[in-house]
């Protein structure tokens, strides 16, 4: 069986998903089998893959599903994986050669983490660098249990992740009642069951195509759509999550805040006056029970929320978190 199974999950992006398994074919790191899952294309990318097939023989796997959306794909590549180790690439971008080789390596040598990440860069079409590194945005790679500066930043770009496929069985796939923010949602998942590695490693090349519609800004109405499922999506774990330090689930809180603060002023501008009492009750909800002093809070924690990880280490160490946060 192979060692690590990438799954891309594509949808009429027939231009461009050739660039994409081609560059997993030129990985250095060469123990590794590629599922290609189409979300119900109706352009030639069922064609484009089977080509790939024909030159690699069996080292690609396609499978067609009717279109059920990105996390449904990624599921689907997931449950037809054999690897120790699962990575993702989304069919508009590109591997650099040694994305495996550095993202395996290190969960290799040490059992401890649950999963790997590392840094991108993004281009335009036409091959302009317009971010030369996503994780400097925030500081820099973080390593440990690293729940705390995921709820400050989105940190783990899907691209970028390896997975141990225990530490993925453990806490489950892709949300696929979430249309939006799946990947957020997994991450935070498994950081509250897994230490997890950063590195400082150029992995991954994402390519902004105008055909790249999910990276798309949308009116403001797609936007408050997406905000009410991140809401939504985040909020539970208001509920579920009672056993974080208090600091760690007011860290939560604030997140949820700033979404609602968001949500209220597109609903302001929108002139959705008639749901703008209930988010702002919930705003106040939070600020109360959480102790929120906002903009002091902000200043004060950083992005990299070092105190916080330290608390976080403490508490895990003395294993008195719900569910045993320590790997096994």
């Known amino acids: 069986m192979p060692k690590v199974s990438v799954i891309i999950p594509t949808h009429n992006r027939a231009q461009v998903v050739g660039d994409a398994i081609e560059s997993v074919l030129a990985q250095t790191y060469p123990d590794f089998e590629l599922i290609v899952v189409d979300d119900g294309s109706t352009d030639r990318t069922r064609q484009v893959v089977e080509g790939c097939i024909g030159r690699n023989g069996e080292r690609i796997a396609y499978l067609w599903q009717e279109t059920a959306g990105a996390a449904a794909a990624r599921n689907a590549g997931i449950r037809s994986s054999t690897g120790d180790y699962v990575a993702f690439l989304d069919s508009d971008d590109l591997y650099l050669p040694r994305r495996l ?11 401890r983490y649950g999963a790997s990440y590392g840094d991108q860069r993004t281009v335009a079409a036409d091959g302009t660098v317009t971010l030369e590194s996503r994780i400097k945005r925030f500081g820099g790679a973080v390593s440990g249990w690293i729940l705390p500066a995921l709820l400050r930043g989105d940190l783990i770009e899907t691209n970028t992740i390896t997975i141990r496929r225990h530490a993925l069985e453990q806490v489950g796939g892709f949300d696929e009642k979430l249309w939006s923010g799946q990947d957020t949602d997994l991450w935070w998942r498994l950081a509250k069951q897994w230490q997890i590695i950063g590195l400082p490693e150029m992995l991954v090349v994402v390519r902004e195509l105008e055909s790249s519609l999910s990276r798309g800004q949308g009116t403001k109405t797609d936007r408050l759509k997406r905000l009410t499922i991140w809401i939504e999506g985040q909020t539970k774990y208001l509920s579920i999550w009672t056993d974080l330090p208090f600091q760690v689930q007011r860290l939560l809180a604030r997140r949820i ?14 002139g959705t006056l008639d749901e703008l009492p209930a988010v702002r009750s919930r705003m106040s909800e939070l600020k109360s029970k959480y102790r929120l002093r906002l903009h002091a809070l902000r200043r004060r924690l950083g992005r990299r929320c070092p105190h916080l ?9 003395r294993g008195t978190l719900v569910g045993q946060c320590q790997p096994r």
């Open 257 to 270: 805040w700033d979404l609602q603060h968001e949500q209220e002023c597109i609903l302001s501008e929108l």
């Open 309 to 317: 990880q330290q608390l976080w280490r403490g508490v895990t160490a």
């Open 101 to 111: 080789e550095i993202g395996v390596s290190v969960l290799e040598q040490d059992p």
